[in-house]
């Protein structure tokens, strides 16, 4: 039986070496509440993430947690110059990998509970758009809530944040507590279909203000 890293491996053979799939399962280990899964989003996901966004108009884009980057590269192919990318991962290691694949773009290795100190430092006020793959089901509920009000303050009128959730863990507290949590904070929280090819099964929820 194949093992699963060789699997992984073959799936990502074209991805350079700073996101093989042994460095996402080797942090995994190391921090599994911060990392949430040994397999990246797949394109699919990334795809019904940034739907929503309107890169023509686009000026600040945020990502918490862009991990190994899955939603990070095809949000770099869509970008225009005019648009400005700050990227907030915790785990040093993918954010170094990540500065290293993508260097274009702007990655802080802070919590996205910063996400203000963040932005304030780069010079920024206000996000058009704000991308997560926290996994949200394992954070404690102070957390949750200091990243989604963080979220919410700078936000720009007629923003929009997207997050993700994974169909199986829609029954734990934590998820019980996100859908909450958004409900609370946005006007319209609205879902995506599911993505039955990620692994596991994910759906997004699109919020604005």
């Known amino acids: 039986m194949r093992s699963l890293a060789s699997v992984l491996a073959r799936r990502h053979d074209d991805e350079?070496?700073?996101?093989?799939p042994l460095t996402l399962i080797s942090q995994f280990f190391k921090s599994p509440?911060?990392?949430?899964?040994?397999?990246?989003?797949?394109?699919?996901?990334?795809?019904?993430?940034?739907?929503?966004?309107?890169?023509?108009?686009?000026?600040?884009?945020?990502?918490c947690g862009?991990?190994?980057g899955a939603i990070t590269g095809p949000v770099a192919e869509r970008l225009s110059g005019q648009s400005r990318y700050i990227g907030i991962e915790i785990n040093a290691t993918f954010c170094k990998n990540l500065?290293?694949?993508f260097p274009h773009l702007t990655f802080v290795n802070r919590s996205a509970v910063e996400i203000e100190d963040v932005i304030r430092a780069a010079g920024i006020e206000r996000?058009?758009?704000?991308?997560?793959?926290?996994?949200?089901?394992?954070?404690?509920?102070?957390?949750?809530?200091?990243?989604?009000?963080?979220?919410?303050?700078?936000?720009?009128?007629?923003?929009?944040?997207?997050?993700?959730?994974y169909?199986?863990?829609?029954?734990?507290?934590?998820?019980?507590?996100?859908?909450?949590n958004l409900k609370e904070r946005f006007s319209s929280v609205a879902t995506t279909r599911i993505v039955w090819n990620n692994v596991p099964p994910a759906f997004a929820y699109i919020c604005r203000p």
């Open 127 to 165: 996000a058009d758009a704000v991308l997560c793959g926290i996994p949200w089901a394992s954070l404690p509920a102070e957390q949750q809530t200091g990243i989604l009000d963080g979220v919410k303050r700078i936000l720009a009128p007629g923003g929009v944040f997207v997050t993700y959730a």
């Open 99 to 101: 500065a290293v694949r």
């Open 33 to 63: 509440q911060a990392v949430g899964t040994i397999v990246p989003s797949t394109r699919n996901l990334a795809e019904a993430m940034i739907a929503p966004l309107d890169f023509a108009a686009l000026k600040t884009i945020v990502e």
């Open 66 to 68: 862009p991990g190994t």
């Open 167 to 180: 169909l199986q863990g829609l029954l734990l507290p934590g998820a019980w507590a996100l859908r909450r």
């Open 16 to 20: 350079p070496p700073a996101v093989r």
